[in-house]
């Protein structure tokens, strides 16, 4: 049996738009999964699978990864494998944490919520390693799986966290990710830790349930911060990584290395190392057997982060600038002097996400951010001064936004590029299930209300300078695909991330690294490069 894991994640209605260079860690560790039971998995992109580009044919069993957002996709996805094949269908990732909306509205047969491995691997030994869907009487004693039962859908209880025993003993494919149209120029992500330490929660925006005000979150022990008396899920109030992942728990070196040069030897240039705060890294272990649901204390696992990084940028396709290695979060409260300075002597050069969501002080308090602007605005200045490329994060239309928390951020905003941010990056507020704003409204767009649109031009008006100061700089670049915009043009990459890059006379370069000058702004997203060397 050749199974069909079909990448939907950020496919909106079918079509990636703004994330077309990131290949997520999640299909292919479902892959790992199916390899280690001796099966030959594919995985295509949604938009190739509804044009026509990707066959159905020959599979009869479908596994569909999307996030909320992607209904529109997924439901798109499963209708025409339901008109070609009879197979089972499963969905996974962050969109089964609406079970019953994802197997009624999706018409999927059942789904996977939080870490889906084990209970993919019972699912795969009650027979649908061969293409055949187990039974309902099996299928109760599956945890966290849900399915129709006739016309109403079962959910069953979540299963408990995965230990980090278990969650070491899983190998992600490396094979699969040639799948990917654009491997050779995409940021592929490897995930080195999975879960959050913020076990902090939101005070404000609250339908269900009122904070009691007990301080048991910020200044109970790890395993009083665990639990909260009257329900709040954890972590921040938009967030749903802790209430589906759990606390932090970290992959061996070992393990991480190998994976990334197996990647490496598939033709893959840019690697992303993928954690909600990689500064989380090894934190686990010197907390075990309690777990880490602080945000602050103990400091950074310095040993764990340097052995990691080492052993990454040790690897020969690093070592002679063919390939980059990245990262993406942390958290400002474990930003210590040491830790950036560890940070800029492994992996200079690369950008670095700060999360501020909000300007204000006593909103970020609310919202149950581990840290402050200040202390944010701190975290910049080191990451900065350590020869790294901090990018600062807002939400806009957050619960508890007003006019004293916008002006706060817009003046944050300018604070942030101020103390170093090379980029601004804007969100508007989603709820997600499983978090504690899930029952608040999506926030409007921007341009329909007046505060967020405040938020929303001082974020273009900071991205638009910082990308006039690139006028001039030349940057190495991998290039992607043709525009689809204006077929002169190229698209590249950044090879240690950055904006958009589009390059003149680039034919037949797609895959290959190339140096080119900045010659222009093309859009507060894009700036326009002229080639001025050969090829690496």
């Not at 009122?210 to 909260?228: F, H, K, P, Q, V």
């Not at 990454?312 to 300075?341: F, Y």
């Not at 006028?471 to 525009?483: L, M």
């Amino acid at each position: 049996m050749e199974p069909l894991i079909v990448d939907a994640l950020a496919s909106g209605r079918g079509k990636r738009l703004a994330t077309r260079d990131a290949i997520g860690a999640g299909p292919r560790a479902v892959a790992g999964v199916l390899e280690g039971r001796g099966l030959e998995p594919r995985i295509a992109l949604a938009e190739t699978v509804l044009g026509g580009v990707a066959s159905l044919g020959g599979h009869d069993l479908l596994l569909v990864s999307g996030m909320t957002s992607d209904f529109r996709a997924v439901r798109r996805v499963v209708s025409k494998w339901r008109a070609e094949s009879g197979g089972p269908v499963l969905i996974g990732g962050p969109i089964a944490s609406e079970p019953r909306r994802a197997v009624l509205k999706v018409g999927a047969d059942l789904c996977v919520i939080g870490e889906g491995e084990p209970a993919l691997g019972e699912l795969l030994d009650l027979g649908l390693a061969t293409g055949v869907l187990p039974g309902l009487e099996a299928l109760a004693n599956v945890s966290g799986a849900a399915y129709l039962d006739g016309r109403a859908v079962r959910v069953n209880p979540l299963r408990p966290v995965m230990r980090r025993e278990v969650y070491e003993g899983l190998t992600p494919s490396t094979e699969t990710v040639v799948d990917y149209p654009l491997h050779r120029s995409a940021r592929v992500y490897v995930e080195v830790l999975r879960g959050c330490s913020n076990y902090r929660r939101a005070q404000i925006g609250l339908t269900d349930e009122s904070c009691a005000d007990c301080g048991r979150c910020r200044t109970g022990s790890l395993e009083e911060r665990y639990y909260c008396p009257v329900g709040i899920p954890p972590g921040c109030g938009y967030c749903s990584v802790p209430s589906l992942f759990g606390p932090p728990k970290s992959r061996s070196a070992g393990g991480v290395v190998r994976e990334v040069s197996g990647l490496l030897s598939k033709g893959v240039r840019r690697i992303v190392l993928s954690a909600p705060d990689l500064l989380d890294y090894g934190r686990d272990l010197l907390v075990e057997p309690e777990p880490l649901t602080d945000p602050r204390h103990p400091e950074p696992n310095y040993d764990a982060l340097e052995g990691l990084l080492s052993g990454l940028t040790d690897l020969d396709a690093v070592v002679d600038g063919d390939a980059s290695i990245m990262v993406e979060n942390v958290k400002a409260s474990l930003v210590t002097p040491e830790a950036a300075g560890l940070l800029g002597r492994y992996i200079a050069g690369t950008p670095v996400n700060i999360g501020f969501e909000t300007g204000s002080g006593e909103h970020s308090l609310g919202i149950g951010r581990p840290s402050t602007p200040d202390e944010n605005l701190q975290a910049l200045r080191r990451l900065k001064a350590a020869g790294l490329k901090p990018y600062a994060y807002f939400i806009h239309g957050l619960p508890g936004q007003s006019a004293e928390t916008a002006e706060e951020t817009v003046e944050t905003i300018g604070k942030s590029v101020e103390a170093g941010a090379s980029r601004i990056i804007l969100y508007r507020f989603q709820p997600l299930p499983m978090s504690a704003f899930y029952d608040r409204p999506t926030a409007p767009p921007a341009v329909k209300d007046k505060l967020s649109k405040r938020i929303h031009d001082a974020a273009r008006r900071a991205n638009r300078g910082l990308k006039e100061d690139m006028r001039g700089r030349r940057v190495r670049v991998v290039v992607a695909e043709p525009y689809d915009r204006d077929r002169r043009y190229h698209v590249a990459y950044p090879m240690l991330h950055g904006p958009v890059v589009l390059v003149d006379g680039a034919d037949g370069l797609a895959g290959e690294v190339v140096e080119v000058e900045v010659v222009g702004v093309a859009s507060d997203r894009m700036v326009r490069g002229r080639l001025v060397g050969a090829t690496f």
